[in-house]
């Protein structure tokens, strides 16, 4: 049985022209003017794109004394409401737990998944074991990438000695370190202290985590990934201080990427002041919403190619579970939700405002992100044999963003009443209409896991210091007595 998608405009990364998409056996077989097929969808007047990849996501996940609220069946679901065809969710194992185990965890609460998706591995602890199980993760179970978290001390932190090592392991393996940064050390001794000045809700979140040690860390990272030879990918860059770093360190030859999310971009600091516990603490996540110049920094990178991403973060909690934190903000979990609502706001915030183009709107949703993976173009690619994961963008068709018309499980959205115009037409995974004009027709364990080799070593590249050159055994004669 063959699709055709009629009458629409492909537009991807670097190409904007007129043309009918033909699909089989969920893949693109032929792309031209005139096609026919079994079935027709009418893209008249829609532009015709690679369906969005959230390569950021965390679904059911155990965090902070309970779990992300969206598990891979709604959050998948909301993914492809909104024109995304493909996540990538954080397995994170338990400190002590070998990373085979915790996948096992995973793969079975993927099984569930209305579209593609991949993991993330997180690194949370240190030994022997995490360095043999790499090898295993890269080798045998297609994933190339390793998350860690530079703040959440006590509990998913790892120190620099640790990251060091993992990096480093990383470089031997092809694969790719990623990092949440953030000063864990610095964050929770300003929690302390504002605890103990009688500081304890959401807004003292924000005060916990400024810019700075956002941008510490993320300068730290950097020196890290060039020490070790690795690249570097950074998740959720929200402030100026970060992006500096990240702009400074590719402009001196290391593949350094940044990742801007939805939320940052869109949503600023006053979340958190002279607004309702509930709604503060709704909005509560790290790094939490800046100001209006770390915005503009954002969207500046964005358009720049200095920031090649944009993603979610999407970490689910309803508004019960945020108020265990009533009394103590370290007990809010953190996270915010925006895995339906990325492709609308930053079509409505970005393209049409013309701080980013059709094409550079593809280039950050998907094709990107698809290269940085090594999916590319399987996935992030309008092209004869790429998997048919495609959205219909309808240009004029719009909508109030509201809970009440939501997937996502829980009871708020942080977009609320946003108005938001470019809406899918279509979704389709891998062949298979998903989402037709609002109406969801999702499949329930449709989603395959996507298997991401090892990079080639041409990845090894980095910056242009020569003082990393292996060290060389100086023989002398004199040595002097002592103190010179
Ligand atoms: N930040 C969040 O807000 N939630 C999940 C994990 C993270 O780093
Ligand atoms: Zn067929
Ligand atoms: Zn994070
Ligand atoms: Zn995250």
Request: include cysteine.
């Amino acid at each position: 049985m063959t699709t055709v998608i009629k009458g629409g405009t492909i537009v991807t990364a670097d190409l904007t022209y007129k043309a009918d998409v033909k699909i089989d056996g969920g893949r693109i077989i032929e792309i031209g003017p005139n096609l026919s097929g079994d079935t027709t969808l009418d893209a008249a007047g829609c532009y015709v794109m690679p369906g969005g990849i959230d390569p950021h996501v965390h679904l059911e996940m155990p965090f902070m004394g309970t779990y992300s609220a969206d598990d891979f069946e709604s959050g998948t679901r909301a993914a492809l409401a909104g024109g995304t065809t493909m996540v990538v969710d954080f397995c994170l194992p338990d400190p002590g737990q070998s990373l085979l185990d915790a996948l096992k965890r995973w793969d079975n609460k993927a099984t569930r998944a209305n579209c593609d998706y991949s993991f993330h591995m997180s690194v949370t602890w240190w030994g022997e074991q995490v360095f043999d199980d790499m090898k295993t993760v890269v080798q045998q179970h297609g994933i190339n990438t390793f998350k860690h978290f530079m703040a959440y001390k006590g509990a998913l932190m790892v120190n620099d000695d640790e990251m060091f090592a993992s990096f480093s392991r990383c470089a031997e393996l092809g694969a790719l370190p990623l990092v949440h940064a953030e000063n864990g050390d610095i964050v929770a001794a300003m929690q302390q202290k504002l605890m103990d000045e009688g500081n304890n809700g959401p807004e003292a979140h924000a005060y916990s985590r400024p810019a700075s040690v956002e941008g510490e860390a993320t300068n730290r990272a950097i020196i890290i990934a060039d020490m070790a030879g690795v690249p570097l990918y950074v998740v959720h860059t929200s402030c100026e201080q970060a992006h500096e770093a990240i702009r400074r360190a590719r402009q001196n030859g290391m593949r350094v990427y940044g990742e801007p999310l939805i939320q940052h971009l869109t949503l600023d600091e006053s979340e958190y002041f002279d607004k309702d516990w509930d709604h503060s603490a709704r909005r509560v996540m790290s790094p939490p919403f800046r100001n209006k110049q770390h915005q503009d920094s954002l969207w500046a990178g964005l358009a720049s190619g200095s920031l090649q991403v944009v993603a979610t973060d999407h970490c689910a909690f309803t508004t019960d579970q945020k108020r265990t934190g009533v009394g103590d903000f370290r007990k809010i979990p953190n996270g915010t939700g925006g895995l339906e609502d990325r492709m609308p706001m930053l079509w409505t915030h970005g393209v049409q405002t013309g701080r980013i183009t059709m094409n550079e709107f593809v280039a950050v949703t998907s094709t990107n992100i698809a290269k940085i993976l090594n999916v590319y173009p399987k996935k992030g690619a309008i092209l004869v044999g790429a998997d048919a994961d495609i959205v219909v963008l309808d240009p004029n068709k719009s909508k109030t963003i509201s809970a009440a018309t939501q997937q996502s499980a829980i009871d708020y959205n942080v977009f609320e009443g946003k108005q938001v115009t470019g809406l899918p037409r279509y979704t389709l995974t891998r062949g298979v209409v998903a989402i037709e004009d609002g109406a969801v027709k999702t499949r329930e364990g449709h989603g395959q896991f996507v298997a991401r080799e090892p990079y080639p070593a041409v990845n090894k590249a980095l910056s242009s210091w020569k003082e990393l050159t292996a060290p060389r055994k100086v023989e002398r004669s004199g040595i002097p007595a002592s103190g010179v």
